[in-house]
T-cell receptor
Framework: SAVISQKPSRDICQRGTSLTIQCQVD?????MFWYRQQPGQSLTLIAT?????????ESGFVIDKFPISRPNLTFSTLTVSNMSPEDSSIYLC????????????????FGPGTRLTVL | QKEVEQNSGPLSVPEGAIASLNCTYS??????FFWYRQYSGKSPELIMS????GDKEDGRFTAQLNKASQYVSLLIRDSQPSDSATYLC?????????FGRGTSLIVHP
């Protein structure tokens, strides 16, 4: 099965700074997804990242706050900009099962997550 | 606003019992339904998918779907302490899922 890795696994950051999270998949995939999971809350989709085009953001999320790069079919980054304590969360990247070749198109396979704490 | 509702729990069951987890959703156009398991400190992992009304069994897990009632459930038979986790219900109306907040399950010896 495909391996999805994220870096860093956790970080503690100061208010006003930015953090870039990396997601690497060991196979080529068309779409990559970025989620946020705040304490006690559901997984919330931030944006969908397609290689070669601008990311598609969900309602409530904007590119200036969460810029995303997708330079190739195996890699994506999410930046959390000008952070505040409200950005403390787990950030997860995911890919569709269908693009991995062994899951259904509408299933999600997640990376291990990045636990972010903003002081 | 598409919503997926779950009782946050915790649901506590003794080892060997049947655990029943429930989920309701608001969008009648939903086509695909999933259960993910999330251990503490880990990312969610897919355990069941169901697309049509009725039951779908996979080992000790049974997913049940009732589209008329907009209701999805997950039964875990012969519950084990290793089943202790948060179970997330997810519903697709586009190509991506909307997740519930999850139900915490505790299986005690």
């Amino acid at each position: 099965s495909a391996v999805i890795s994220q870096k860093p696994s956790r970080d503690i950051c100061q208010r006003g700074t930015s953090l870039t999270i990396q997601c690497q998949v060991d196979s080529q995939v068309t779409m990559m997804f970025w989620y946020r999971q705040q304490p006690g809350q559901s997984l919330t989709l931030i944006a969908t990242a397609n290689q070669g085009s601008e990311a598609t953001y969900e309602s409530g999320f904007v590119i200036d706050k969460f810029p995303i790069s997708r330079p190739n079919l195996t890699f994506s980054t999410l930046t959390v900009s000008n952070m505040s304590p409200e950005d403390s969360s787990i950030y997860l990247c995911s890919v569709e099962g269908g693009s991995l070749g062994y899951g259904a198109t509408d299933t999600q396979y997640f990376g291990p997550g990045t636990r972010l704490t903003v002081l | 606003q598409k919503e997926v509702e779950q009782n946050s729990g915790p649901l506590s069951v003794p080892e060997g019992a049947i655990a029943s987890l429930n989920c309701t959703y608001s969008d009648r156009g939903s086509q695909s339904f999933f259960w993910y398991r999330q251990y503490s400190g880990k990312s969610p992992e897919l355990i069941m998918s169901i697309y049509s009304n009725g039951d779908k069994e996979d080992g000790r897990f049974t997913a049940q779907l009732n589209k008329a009632s907009q209701y999805v459930s997950l039964l875990i038979r012969d519950s084990q302490p290793s089943d202790s986790a948060t179970y997330l219900c997810a519903v697709n109306t586009r190509y991506i899922p909307t997740f519930g907040r999850g139900t915490s399950l505790i299986v005690h010896p």
